[in-house]
């Protein structure tokens, strides 16, 4: 006879941004007494919500579960200017926040695992490499789908030498965005979900532009001192991020703590893609790996 599964519960929040002004919008998942918790950080003009289908996945193949998921300042159901952000530490600070609240969910058995989609993954990362903390709590693993270790558009039809310069004269000026949703997953009923979703802007701000350009170089030879187990998955065809970066800092991680998954034909949106249930199942397998691992 199987298990009766556990009434899920979700819960919405809002946390006060490190930019002194905004709100963070929180929504919190939990289903029976969680043994596992999962901390998912989305992309850029985007927001968490683009990502209901990877949380049910995980909310149905986890019976003791809780997620956590939260949208950028600036980004989806939190407060901000669109697509803006004063500094890229606001996002790694905001983050920061929303990892003390994942803790205080948690209890000491609970194992916790981030998973982090492009501008999330770099957000995470820097947090991560930090050399004056660190990430504060225990950690079971990481699965980055797209991080942006190196952006290949910086999402904007500028180069990047006149980001500095543009970014002194108007860093709110709206730079609009190169790509629609053809160009971030072959699922055309998800490529129109973005084209669509009034939540999402189709422009980046430059001062935006410039901080993640930043953060990016700020991080991309540190990989070495990454000493979480870490799942990457690369889309091989991505149009939005530098895949070959992303191999190459991925290979600079002790081989014992990464697993590098490359997706040849797939765009940037992984989670979106059409063999998307293929997968979430990989990572439901490398996360039962883990905790297998851990006991």
């Known amino acids: 006879m199987s298990s009766k599964i556990a009434n899920l519960i979700s819960e919405d929040s809002t946390i006060p941004s490190n930019d002194g002004e905004s ?8 289903r029976g007494s969680p043994k596992i918790h999962f901390f998912l950080v989305h992309g850029a003009v985007e927001h968490s919500g683009r990502h209901t289908d990877l949380v049910n996945f995980f909310l149905k193949n986890f019976h003791d579960v809780m997620i956590t998921t939260f949208d950028h300042v600036g980004h989806g159901r939190s407060g901000g200017t669109r697509a803006y952000v004063e500094s890229f530490q606001h996002y790694v600070d905001d983050f920061a926040k929303v990892a003390d609240f994942v803790h205080a969910k948690n209890n000491t058995e609970t194992k916790t695992f981030i998973l982090a989609h492009s501008l999330g993954g770099l957000i995470t990362l820097t947090k991560m490499l930090d050399p004056s903390l660190g990430y504060p709590y225990p950690l079971e693993g990481l699965i980055f789908s797209s991080p942006c270790i190196r952006p290949l558009t910086v999402m ?24 629609s949703g053809k160009d971030l997953t072959r699922d055309p009923s998800r490529a129109n979900d973005f084209d669509t979703d009034t939540l999402i802007p189709k422009y980046i701000s430059v001062r935006m532009a410039k901080e993640v350009l930043q953060a990016s170089s700020n991080i991309i030879g540190l990989s070495y001192y990454l000493r979480v187990p870490s799942l990457f998955l690369i889309a091989g065809s991505d149009k939005i991020v530098d895949s070959q970066s992303t191999m190459l800092f991925a290979h600079g991680i002790d081989k014992q703590l990464a697993k590098i998954i490359k997706y040849p034909d797939h765009y940037h949106e992984l989670w979106n893609e059409i063999d998307r249930q293929d997968i979430f199942q990989t990572m439901k397998v490398w996360v039962d790996k883990q905790l297998k691992g851990s006991i």
């Open 23 to 30: 709100e963070i919008f929180v929504r919190h998942f939990k």
């Open 156 to 179: 904007a039809p500028v180069s990047t030498s006149l980001l500095p310069k543009l970014d002194k004269l108007s860093p709110k000026l709206h730079l609009p965005m190169i790509y």
